[in-house]
T-cell receptor, first 111, second 111 residues
Framework: AQSVTQPDIHITVSEGASLELRCNYS??????LFWYVQSPGQGLQLLLK??????LVQGIKGFEAEFKRSQSSFNLRKPSVHWSDAAEYFC?????????FGTGTRLQVFP | DVKVTQSSRYLVKRTGEKVFLECVQD?????MFWYRQDPGLGLRLIYF???????EKGDIPEGYSVSREKKERFSLILESASTNQTSMYLC??????????FGDGTRLSIL
């Protein structure tokens, strides 16, 4: 069965520090992969997507993610976190038009 | 920009009531989706639709139904609301094989 695992429920970083949020998926075929961000009280905003091609994808707000087929992973990274990045982050796999979501990682940023 | 509009941000209803949640998108997308979001569980798919008058069950359809009479509108119906349906409800739309765009959500409380 398809599934997405985000092993970190809550991460705290200092402003300016680098960030990596982990995501592992289970899916039999080549996946469509997504990262979404949700600010408090808001809906989800697409950060980036992977459909095919270059395994390092760039997104909005300075985020990037790398697809590693051998590890079934799609980790999200940012070299320098800003206080405005505090939010909840969701990884998802497309099967293909439906989305299976992970349970989310809440990011807290200290000044 | 794609606009997905959910009719209410906050809604309070009583057990046993019939509840309607409305969602409208303005980009002529084929696909529309209803999710519920609960802490620690991420987003779970309730129902989705690939076309007018079409509906498909998601992962947790029990206690819900949907209606799609027009392409731009997708309604979620709680036939007889219960307290365990208190949740955040998110609507999304997408073209085929493209990322989903989300509304801001409806926080529903059933008393």
């Amino acid at each position: 069965a398809q599934s997405v695992t985000q092993p970190d429920i809550h991460i705290t970083v200092s402003e300016g520090a680098s960030l990596e949020l982990r995501c592992n998926y289970s899916y039999g075929a080549t996946p469509y992969l997504f990262w979404y961000v949700q600010s408090p009280g808001q809906g989800l905003q697409l950060l980036l997507k992977y459909f095919s091609g270059d395994t390092l994808v760039q997104g909005i707000k300075g985020f990037e993610a790398e697809f590693k087929r051998s590890q079934s992973s799609f980790n999200l990274r940012k070299p320098s976190v800003h206080w405005s990045d505090a939010a909840e982050y969701f990884c998802a796999v497309g099967v293909p038009d439906k989305l299976i979501f992970g349970t989310g990682t809440r990011l807290q940023v200290f000044p | 920009d794609v606009k997905v509009t959910q009719s209410s941000r906050y809604l309070v209803k009583r057990t046993g009531e019939k509840v309607f949640l409305e969602c409208v998108q303005d980009m002529d997308h084929e696909n529309m989706f209803w999710y519920r979001q609960d802490p620690g569980l991420g987003l779970r798919l309730i129902y989705f639709s690939y076309d007018v008058k079409m509906k498909e069950k998601g992962d947790i359809p029990e206690g819900y139904s949907v209606s799609r009479e027009k392409k731009e509108r997708f309604s979620l119906i709680l036939e007889s609301a219960s307290t365990n349906q208190t949740s955040m409800y998110l609507c999304a739309s997408s073209p085929s094989n493209q990322p989903q765009h989300f509304g801001d959500g409806t926080r529903l409380s059933i008393l």
